[in-house]
């Protein structure tokens, strides 16, 4: 995979290209909204696409022209509707946080409410942190994950509803290592007669492949990423019954957004496509399986994770528990220089700033793609394990990278 024609008109570019190739090839992908896509949905991003005006949806344009942009829109939300089980599909959102911005400018006025996961129990910033459109725009309020158990709270998330009257109930997490109860949310959003969002960005794949609970069909509306589990082209999507479509669709365009990206829109369709292999099935089976391994061995280890463990793609470590001198960030540093890459996360109940933080979040999607299993990622449990009982011991750090190598080498990437 090289850039060559890139390198023709541009050599930094081309550099930095290369080099980003090799540090994909090089490190191990952890960042749990991280994946790696197929060579077909870059080709398809990278395509003539990139050029057309198509503003508005298939058959209704305002350009002439459309006929092939709208065969690959028409398949994109033909798929999704077949991953996803949904009535109506748009697949115009720029990204998860546009998919969000369509159903609230679809949905709500200025100064409606708002309730949704604190960012720091695992929330997103599109849904209500005040540095986002939405704090500033929508009254928030935020529920919390139960401090004992790190598993959301139900009951009180119910009473919070009826207290607060909100117009519309967020769900759908970046940091929720278990498996959520959508009906339990849809109780919630019910006693408050609120709409319920149900935003899945992380989790778009595990719900197509069916191990996870798909919220189609109990949330009013379903919004994701395309690029994280599903795998696609980078993206957003949003997914509701029929009776939601015009103001979801005016709302994306020209409520919010002008020509769509179809270049983008191609990668989504040819990513989907993939999805609907069986195989997908067994990938995402295996990203779950592998982040068990991945989760049981940290805590062979010693190392606490919230909820004591995952029933998804990530696990969430709370480094109080084992280091108490190692902050989210030191974590995050060291591994990265033994080629080791995830984020430092806040946990619940987070003692530290949102820089520094007492946690690290980890995900398997990419490391999976790369054709990892449990065996793999227990071996990295390890190394991770040895990383951070050992932040300031060079020799130590010197031969993790070396063993992070030699399985980069055994799973090459992009060859
Ligand atoms: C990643 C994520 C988003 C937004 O995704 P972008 O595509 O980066 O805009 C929205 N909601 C949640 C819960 C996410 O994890």
Not at 27 to 40: C, G, P, Q, R, Y
Request: a negative charge; proline letters at 4%; one cysteine or more.
């Amino acid at each position: 995979m090289d850039y060559d024609r890139v390198r023709e008109s541009d050599p930094d570019v081309a550099d930095a290209l290369e080099a980003e190739r090799d540090r994909q090839r090089e490190t191990l992908e952890m960042i749990a909204s991280e994946n790696h896509v197929s060579e077909a949905v870059m080709e398809a991003q990278g395509s003539v696409l990139t050029n057309k005006y198509a503003e508005g949806y298939p058959g209704a344009r305002y350009y002439g022209g459309c006929e092939h942009v709208d065969t690959v829109e028409e398949l994109a939300i033909e798929r999704a509707k077949e991953l996803w089980g949904a009535d109506h599909v748009n697949v115009q959102p720029h990204s998860g946080t546009q998919a969000n911005m369509a159903v609230y400018f679809a949905m709500l006025d200025p100064g409606d409410r708002i309730l949704s996961l604190d960012l720091n129990h695992g929330g997103h910033l599109s849904h209500g942190h005040h540095a986002n459109f939405t704090g500033q725009l929508y009254e928030v309020e935020q529920y919390e994950v139960d401090p004992e158990t790190g598993y959301l709270d139900y009951e009180a998330l119910r009473e919070h509803a009826e207290e607060f009257d909100p117009d519309i109930v967020v769900s759908g997490y970046s940091a929720y290592p278990r498996e959520v109860e959508w009906e339990r949310i849809q109780d919630a959003a019910d006693a408050a007669d609120a709409y319920h969002l149900a935003d899945i960005a992380h989790i778009t794949g595990l719900v197509a492949a069916g191990v996870h609970p798909s919220p189609v069909g109990v949330a009013d509306f379903v919004t994701g990423s395309t690029h994280k589990t599903i795998r696609a082209g980078r993206g957003g999507i949003v997914m509701c019954d029929e009776a939601y479509a015009d103001d979801v669709d005016s709302a994306v365009i020209p409520g919010m957004q002008g020509g769509p990206l179809m270049h983008n829109v191609a990668g989504k369709a040819v990513g989907f496509r993939e999805a609907l292999d069986p195989e997908f099935e067994d990938y995402a089976e295996q990203t779950v399986a592998n982040a068990e391994a991945l989760g049981e061995r940290l805590q062979e280890h010693g190392f606490g994770l919230v909820s004591e463990g995952t029933d998804t793609h990530l696990v969430l470590v709370d480094l109080r528990e084992s280091h108490e001198d190692v902050t989210g960030k030191d974590a995050e540093e060291a591994l990265e220089d033994v080629g080791i890459v995830l984020n430092a996360n806040t946990v619940p109940g987070e003692t530290r700033s949102p820089f520094v933080t007492s946690g690290i979040r980890a995900g398997t999607p990419a490391l999976t793609t790369r054709g990892f299993d449990e065996d793999d990622c227990r071996y990295v449990a390890d190394l991770i394990a040895e990383v951070v009982d050992n932040v300031d011991d060079d020799d130590v750090m010197g031969e993790v990278a070396e063993q992070v190598q030699e399985l980069c080498e055994a799973n090459p990437l992009y060859e």
